[in-house]
């Protein structure tokens, strides 16, 4: 009998929500999974406390800004496959930290390629880029969109992306998905969706009155996190590296995400007003929802909307949640987490 010795993945990022379903993926297909973490992360164990509790999750401690971490990683890890999911990933906090932004995004990138392709040629690696990279480029967007970033954080992605492409040049497996958002109830509070689902869900049980938000009218293309991690892997068992494009190749303004989420919870909502003085009223009059200022971006992203035509001829590739259900999804969550009646990682 011949024992089929289990292919090993390194996931940088591994406490952000994609490190966390992507590992619970990975896992379920037989995969030795290794974490790459920082011991300071601020994001919530929570995500992956039960993949490590029940030793299925091996973490490694290291930062993508110290080299000597990076290295030990690796040897410790020895993957077939690396997904680097590791960024500073808000937009926002990019123009507040563009420095630290740079160091994570783009050089961290660097570091990881320089010192994986040294220790083994045929690594195969996945590196998360964004759609953030076509900023001003009016939609929809597809893999030969020109790209026209408008943050710190788009230009080092961008970066990143392009020396993702050199070394692909050069005959290394190194892969890029370009992501269009993509959510869940695992979603940092800090994100738009999740913002809304949590406070939607906290006004529902009388413990908050209204939320402040910034661009209404921005649109995004919002997809399911757990869909999104498929195409990743998926990207990783092609015969040749590639660049694809993941998206729903559905719109929605914030207003209309506020809509549905106002919707979904039973408390609909309309608007009065204009410009910073709009704002969101429930059916009773009362107003649930206004903007401040300080949640605009300098430079804004308006509208994005994918066209992933590529990754479904080649990959196979399809997203199973649609917006609605996307929505519906998180709001049931919260309202469970608010209730009290769910644990924080179950979906
Ligand atoms: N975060 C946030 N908070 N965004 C708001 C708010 C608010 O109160 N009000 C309006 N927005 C708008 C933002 O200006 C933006 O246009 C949109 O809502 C989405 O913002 P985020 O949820 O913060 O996501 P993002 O689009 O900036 O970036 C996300 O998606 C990218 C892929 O396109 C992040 O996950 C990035 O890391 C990812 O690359």
């Avoid at 490694?60 to 690396?82: C, F, K, Q, V």
């Avoid at 092609?238 to 408390?267: C, F, N, P, W």
Wanted: glycine share 8%; proline share 4%.
């Amino acid at each position: 009998m011949t024992l089929m010795k289990k292919k090993r993945a390194l996931i940088t990022g591994i406490t952000g929500q994609d490190g966390s379903y992507l590992a619970e993926f990975l896992i379920n297909k037989g995969y030795e999974v290794y974490g790459f973490m920082r011991r300071t992360s601020t994001d919530p164990f929570a995500r992956i406390e039960h993949l490590h509790v029940s030793g299925a999750l091996k973490l490694i401690y290291g930062n993508m800004r110290d080299l000597p971490t990076i290295e030990r990683a690796i040897e410790e890890s020895d993957p077939h496959e690396i997904y680097n999911l590791a960024a500073q990933s808000h937009v926002g906090v990019s123009f507040l930290c563009p420095d630290e932004t740079w160091d994570i995004n783009y050089m961290g990138v660097e570091r990881l390629l320089t010192v994986a392709y040294k220790h083994n040629k045929k690594i195969r690696i996945y590196q998360a880029s964004t759609s953030e990279m076509f900023g001003s480029t009016p939609p929809p967007q597809s893999e030969k969109t020109v790209f026209a970033p408008v943050s710190p954080y788009a230009e080092a992605k961008l970066k990143a992306h392009h020396l993702i492409e050199e070394y692909r040049a050069q005959g290394y497996f190194a892969a890029s998905g370009i992501l269009f958002n993509h959510e869940s109830p695992r979603r940092g509070k800090h994100f738009v969706t999740r913002k809304l689902t949590h406070a939607f869900a906290k006004m529902k049980y009388g413990m908050q009155d209204h939320v402040t938000v910034g661009n209404l009218d921005a649109e995004r293309d919002w997809g399911f996190a757990g869909d999104y991690v498929r195409a990743m892997w998926m990207m990783l068992q092609e015969k040749k590296a590639d660049t694809y494009v993941i998206a729903t190749g559905e719109a929605h303004s914030v207003r209309q995400l506020i809509e549905t989420v106002g919707s979904v919870i039973g408390m609909p909502i309309h608007w009065e007003g204009k410009g910073l003085k709009e704002v969101g009223k429930d059916e009773h009059g009362t107003i649930r929802v206004s903007i401040d200022k300080k949640f605009y971006r300098p430079r804004e992203v308006d509208a994005l909307q994918g066209d992933a035509s590529k990754a479904k001829r080649k990959l196979g590739w399809k997203p199973e949640v649609s917006f609605e259900e996307l929505v519906e999804m998180m709001v049931q969550a919260d309202l469970r987490l608010i209730g009290g009646t769910q644990e924080y990682v179950q979906q």
